[in-house]
């Protein structure tokens, strides 16, 4: 796996969840929560200002199927939004590729996760989206380095 930032990107209907990785590939971390913006396009803006940022190397979107691996509604909302940052970030002066990622259940576990340590209310809306993010970028950065080792 190239060095490099890598950010994760959680997708969800009313916002987005942000994470980064450390430029080894070693450990994910949270960044931020972006309200969606259906008619402006603001929230791809802020992952494109970030991409730069950060200096990413690639950014990994979360691809939400169910236990069985079927792709649902939910899942061509996540392509279609990737599709859309591909494109957003071809047009940018840092372009970089766009990864999807199985996340199944990643959500349910942020959040059961944030529960467990007393988050609740406003305060757990505002970062289950983080958690869910990190937790993709996590596994898809112990995936690749695992499919590295011989």
Known sequence: MRRGVRLGVDVGAVRVGLAASDPSGILASPVETVARDMKN???LDRIVALVAEYEAVEVVVGLPRSLSGAEG????????????????LRESHHPVP??????????VIAGRTLSQRGVRG?????????AAAVLILQAWLDAERSADQP
Do not use: F, G, N, P
């Open 98 to 107: 766009v990864q999807l990622s199985d996340e199944r259940l990643t959500t």
């Open 122 to 130: 406003k305060k757990h809306r505002a970062v289950v989206d983080q």
């Open 41 to 43: 396009r603001s929230d």
């Open 73 to 88: 509604r939910a899942a061509v909302a996540a392509r279609e939004y990737a599709d859309l940052l591909a494109e957003r």
